[in-house]
């Protein structure tokens, strides 16, 4: 057989296009919890990809005082929350390059709130996770989100108390989307179910393998490169729901060649360096089948995700520890690649709400996480699992995660929910039939939050399920 060339890509450019790679377009950070320490003059300016490195050594620095951290894309500085920080240690993270910053709520707190928010409203179509520029942990509900359910919501979220976390409302629906990089298609009873490849890896027997959406590995296990084609991949490993959603799926054919880049359409690539943790406030680019290539800004880390479970009519399926993010997805783009223009591989495609048309939040499983869980390697045998601090160190910290729920939670991990993560599946609907591509986020392979759907915003992705692509009719769990 010959040996198949496995490239990372996208079926089809959108929107933006190559281009975006080359141009500092993306929204500049706004510092949104108060004025920060004035820039002193031992602040660095620093490249995005630099910003989670720093964050971890400042993190050790502050010990119990560190309180989460972003970066300011406007001033390129990474900005560091301290509560109670003892003078000493405030003056050695100025010197070690960051901004302080004085807020009120310690991670302690966060984390507090995020284990209350999980305790008394794990409710399908909602999410937190905390944000490090308000110091507070955002909780979101979508557009399934109403009556008793918005009522129960409401109600705890004010016995938070005042300055501990903010509620908002997203239109759409949490639901998981199929694809991202390279659509990759799986043939199941009921239909058929399409994804994307999200990074090539090389397995820990040295095997040439791929990582996607959790959900996907959870649907199907054989996969092709084309509609009708024989499988090429088989999955080895899945998560989801849970503590994240990610696959990693093995090649057939050892001597395939998974080179470590992403296709982002017009003969444009780009080359993974590294895997890499995100950090709020950075610009990252997030690659589709479906709707191509969108960028955004990452808003929240270790979130929390609670979609409707797709086996039980009553149930939630909650996924802890992704990346929030305001890049728009839809049906079909579950499991693709998100990444920064300097190459760090940072996410796989998970779920979420809206569209590429009005927008919303879309959540990402962290690279540095599956690498960890899976034993994989990037690429050829880059960065592997480690790369990073992991969601809470780099991101906004605010707790051991900087998630927004247990996992990544303010509590545990600086997030505010349990993980923060966005839903237990985030996203099973992902899996967009293959026949649609990017059909309606209606056809819900699986409760989770769907990138492709256009349903809803970070925030809102417990809702109704994942979008299929389109074709596929439910598969249940993915």
């Given at each position: 057989m010959p040996k198949r060339k496995a490239a990372i890509a996208v079926g089809g450019v959108a929107a933006l296009g190559a281009a975006a790679l080359l141009l500092p377009h993306a929204n500049a950070s706004q510092d949104q919890g108060g004025a920060m320490a004035g820039g002193t003059a031992d602040a660095k300016t620093l490249k995005a990809g630099d910003a989670s490195d720093l964050a971890a050594q400042v993190q050790k620095i502050l010990g119990d005082a560190f309180a989460g951290s972003y970066y300011d894309?406007?001033?390129?500085?990474?900005?560091?929350?301290?509560v109670n920080?003892?003078?000493?240690?405030?003056?050695?993270?100025?010197?070690?390059?960051?901004?302080?910053?004085?807020?009120?709520?310690?991670?302690?707190?966060?984390?507090?709130?995020?284990?209350?928010?999980?305790?008394?409203?794990?409710?399908?179509g909602t999410s937190w996770a905390v944000d490090p520029r308000t110091d507070k942990v955002l909780v979101t509900a979508d557009s399934t989100v109403t009556g008793a359910k918005w009522d129960r919501l409401q109600s705890t979220v004010r016995s938070l108390g005042s300055g501990t976390a903010t509620l908002k409302k997203s239109a759409g629906t949490f639901k998981t989307f199929v694809s991202g990089g390279d659509a990759i298609f799986s043939q199941v009873q009921g239909g058929n179910v399409r994804c994307s490849l999200g990074f090539n890896v090389t397995a820990s027997d040295g095997s040439p393998a791929f990582l996607t959406a959790g959900h996907c590995g959870v649907a199907a296990k054989d996969w092709s490169d084309s509609q009708t084609g024989e499988p090429i991949a088989t999955v080895d490993q899945a998560t989801f729901p849970g503590e994240g959603d990610f696959s990693l799926v093995k090649y057939n054919?050892?001597?395939?060649?998974?080179?470590?880049?992403?296709?982002?359409?017009?003969?444009?690539?780009?080359?993974?360096?590294?895997?890499?943790?995100?950090?709020?406030?950075?610009?990252?680019?997030?690659?589709?089948?479906?709707?191509?290539?969108?960028?955004?800004?990452?808003?929240?880390?270790?979130?929390?995700?609670?979609?409707?479970?797709?086996t039980d009519p009553n149930g939630v399926d909650t996924v802890t520890g992704l990346i929030q993010t305001n890049v728009c997805a839809e049906a079909g783009d579950s499991g693709g690649s998100l990444f920064t223009q300097d190459g760090s591989a940072l996410g796989l495609t998970s779920g979420g709400?809206?569209?590429?048309?009005?927008?919303?939040?879309?959540?990402?499983?962290?690279?540095?996480?599956?690498?960890q869980a899976t034993g994989a390697t990037l690429?050829?045998?880059?960065?592997?699992?480690?790369?990073?601090?992991?969601?809470?160190?780099?991101?906004?910290?605010?707790?051991?995660?900087?998630?927004?729920?247990?996992q990544a939670g303010a509590g545990d991990q600086a997030g505010a929910g349990d993980q923060a993560g966005a839903g237990d599946q985030a996203g099973a609907g992902d899996q967009a039939g293959a026949g649609d591509q990017a059909g309606a986020g209606g056809d819900q392979i699986g409760?989770?939050?769907?990138?492709?759907?256009?349903?809803?915003?970070?925030?809102?992705?417990?809702?109704?399920?994942?979008?299929?692509d389109g074709s596929s009719s439910e598969t249940g769990g993915h």
């Open positions: 894309s406007g001033k390129k500085q990474l900005v560091v929350n301290v920080g003892d003078d000493n240690v405030v003056v050695q993270a100025e010197k070690a390059g960051a901004v302080v910053r004085q807020v009120r709520n310690s991670t302690a707190q966060l984390t507090s709130a995020a284990r209350t928010l999980k305790a008394r409203a794990t409710i399908p054919d050892p001597g395939t060649q998974a080179p470590s880049e992403v296709n982002t359409g017009d003969g444009q690539t780009v080359q993974i360096k590294q895997a890499a943790d995100a950090t709020v406030g950075t610009t990252v680019f997030r690659m589709g089948s479906t709707t191509g290539l969108h960028d955004g800004q990452v808003t929240g880390l270790g979130a929390t995700v609670n979609f409707q479970s797709e709400s809206g569209d590429c048309t009005s927008g919303g939040e879309t959540f990402f499983q962290p690279v540095t996480t599956a690498l690429g050829d045998g880059g960065a592997g699992a480690g790369a990073g601090n992991g969601a809470g160190d780099g991101g906004n910290g605010a707790g051991d995660q900087a998630g927004a729920g247990d409760g989770g939050a769907d990138p492709s759907d256009p349903a809803g915003s970070a925030g809102e992705q417990s809702g109704t399920g994942a979008a299929h």
